[in-house]
């Protein structure tokens, strides 16, 4: 095979690291974007569940008894207590990714440096298409923790926007 062939098989296995390098970046940034969404929310539930006896009796007029002040922080409690759990589960996503992405790129490094001259496109294709079992089988673990993480996630925003109305409308009610 000529040289020529061969620089475009090492360049076309460097394009997919890089391509996998950036879109590895895009998705720990995202991660820890939403990490940092629910550190936030976790800090504003346990703010208001501290606050939130003052706001309704301040609401209110009169002060809360002990059932009813537990019905108007259930909400808050739940939603500190998803948010909790989610950012727990994206630590087990980060991790699994970290691991996923290192695992596929060491091999597409490998490939590249000990077949180049030899190389198909369709063997790079098969590696970055997760056809190898151990590659698939650390995929599917990711995709199953990110989808927890998700879920516990967007619990974690519902559970706030129900607590931030309820913590308006119950002592209003009451």
């Known amino acids: 095979m000529s040289s020529n062939g061969t620089d475009l098989r090492i360049e076309f296995v460097q394009e997919a690291i890089e391509d996998l390098m950036r879109n590895h970046d895009i998705v720990t940034r995202g991660n820890n974007s939403i990490a940092t969404r629910l550190v936030w929310f976790v800090a504003i539930a346990g703010f208001a569940l501290l606050n939130v ?16 002040l537990l019905l108007l922080m259930v909400p808050w409690a739940a939603a500190a207590i998803f948010g909790v759990i989610g950012h727990w589960q994206l630590g087990v996503v980060s991790f699994r990714d970290a691991k996923y992405f290192n695992e596929k790129r060491a091999r597409l490094n490998l490939f590249r440096m000990a077949r180049a001259s030899s190389a198909s496109y369709e063997e790079c294709q098969a590696i970055m298409e997760d056809q190898d079992e151990h590659l698939r089988d650390l995929f599917r673990r990711l995709r199953r923790s990110g989808r927890w993480a998700t879920v516990f996630e967007q619990a974690t925003l519902v559970a706030v926007c129900i607590a931030f109305v309820w913590s308006i409308v119950f002592p209003l009610a009451a």
Do not use: H, I, R, V
């Open 53 to 68: 006896p003052d706001l309704a009796t301040s609401l209110s007029g009169t002060s809360m008894s002990g059932t009813m």
